[in-house]
């Protein structure tokens, strides 16, 4: 593997964490998971006064600290994939910050930014926001212990803002995989065919559509 920091990026509801685990196994590497349970989610969700500020200033002192872990440690002794990017953090405070709020979390943001390892490779899962509407769903059927979801307008805001974000990155190589066509249950031929695109990356940005 050229790449030794695969990072996995993309929308609520696109299955960034199953291929973050299927691409571990399969490259025997260390997965790091946007897994902190947030305490201020479901207040987010419900629309409370504040919540949306408190929910962003906890995700992002979580993984900035499960990010130093990673820079302390030695990052390079094996193959890492992570679920998400620091980055992540400005797509979701720009959409849900006012502008008091925003003016605050971007001098935090600047002073957490500064020493973070950066990803080889960023692969950003996309969809269009009729199908992310329909994963959300049906992801949300079958997590009973789950938040309420998020509305399909916020989904509708989320996914532009996510798109808006990409189309204009070139902080590492990126590979954008556009799953409208595919199931997300990534089988070995899937993740087979996602590892010859990801050895053929040579800078830049490329465009993948995964068929099955």
């Keep these: 593997m050229e790449f030794r920091y695969l990072a996995i990026e993309?929308?609520?509801?696109?299955?960034?964490?199953s291929l973050a685990d299927r691409l571990g196994a399969r490259l025997d590497a260390t997965v790091v998971l946007d897994d902190a349970e947030n305490p201020f989610l479901a207040d987010f969700y419900?629309?409370?006064?504040?919540?949306?500020?408190?929910?962003?200033?906890?995700?992002?002192l979580a993984r900035h600290r499960q990010q130093m872990d990673l820079r302390q440690g030695d990052l390079f002794s094996q193959v890492t994939v992570s679920d998400y990017i620091f980055d992540r953090d400005r797509i979701y405070a720009h959409l849900n910050l006012d502008d008091?709020?925003?003016?605050?979390?971007?001098?935090?943001y600047e002073l957490l930014a500064r020493d973070l390892p950066q990803p080889d490779l960023v692969v950003f899962l996309q969809s269009p926001t009729d199908v992310l509407r329909r994963r959300v769903r049906g992801r949300a059927r079958?997590?009973?212990?789950?938040?309420?979801?998020?509305s399909e307008r916020y989904l509708s805001e989320l996914n532009e803002a996510y798109n808006h974000f990409f189309f204009h990155y070139t902080a590492t190589p990126l590979l954008v995989v556009e799953t409208s066509q595919f199931d997300l249950s990534w089988g070995d031929d899937a993740i087979d065919n996602l590892l010859?695109?990801?050895?053929?990356?040579?800078?830049?940005?490329?465009?993948?559509?995964p068929r099955g």
């Design 142 to 150: 079958h997590a009973e212990d789950d938040p309420a979801p998020p």
């Design 100 to 108: 008091n709020e925003l003016f605050i979390y971007q001098r935090l």
């Design 46 to 60: 419900a629309g409370r006064a504040g919540a949306a500020f408190q929910t962003q200033l906890f995700y992002s």
């Design 196 to 209: 010859r695109q990801i050895k053929s990356m040579t800078g830049g940005m490329q465009y993948y559509v």
């Design 10 to 17: 993309g929308p609520v509801g696109l299955g960034k964490t």
